[in-house]
């Protein structure tokens, strides 16, 4: 499913092929994916909800977290694809990272925090990262490791330390980090500092 557009209440294909109304009592549509089977909505309330692509007939609701919970994360919503489903990035008063597996229907928070956690990437090596308001959370999804970097080494000047708006990594490994107000940083593992 491509090129879609909401209006309203009602999703629809820019090309008229699917069209689905949406029932937002109470709820705010935060983010949508979908695959060749599948349309997912994802909602403020932690939901998310499965259509079938292109008949539009509802699936599944399955929430991330309890109705208690919602003003922690109810906020923002980053999601980000995965073999088995999506990482999710929630904000509300508290920060936090959830998976949710397709296959099993199963939501699980991997990570959070007391504060605003700002973008996920999912790098490579099994590998994913998080900026923040300070430095950036390195995560390895093979082993459960967490590491928090606040302080940035540059070349030239001892530590740096900023918010980290964005990051990205490339083909070759390497981080590329959009700061607050100081620039855009770049690193590789094979480097020792930050240029």
């Known amino acids: 499913i491509r090129d879609r557009t909401i ?10 092929s699917f069209c689905l109304p949406l029932n937002l009592e109470g709820k705010r549509l935060q983010d949508l994916d979908a695959d060749e089977k599948n349309v997912y909505l994802f909602y403020n309330t932690g939901e998310i909800e499965c259509y079938d692509y292109p008949s539009g007939q509802w699936k ?20 980000v694809r995965c073999k088995n489903g ?11 990272l959830f998976h949710f597996d397709t296959r099993s229907r199963i939501w699980k928070k991997l990570f959070g925090q007391d504060y605003t956690l700002n973008t996920f990437i999912l790098g490579s090596a099994g590998l994913g990262y998080i900026s923040c308001i300070n430095g950036y959370w390195k995560l390895n999804f093979t082993d459960g490791s967490q590491e928090y970097i606040p302080l940035l080494k540059i070349r030239g000047q001892e530590t740096l330390t900023t918010e980290i708006s964005t990051i990205f990594e490339d083909r070759q490994g390497g981080l590329w980090i959009g700061t607050f107000n100081r620039g855009l940083l770049y690193t590789h593992a094979a480097m020792y500092r930050m240029h």
């Open 7 to 16: 209006s309203g209440q009602l999703l629809t294909c820019l090309d008229r």
């Open 60 to 79: 599944y609701r399955q929430a991330a977290y309890e109705v208690d919970e919602r003003s922690l994360y109810g906020r923002t919503s980053l999601i």
């Open 86 to 96: 999506f990482y999710q990035l929630r904000n509300g008063s508290k920060g936090a």
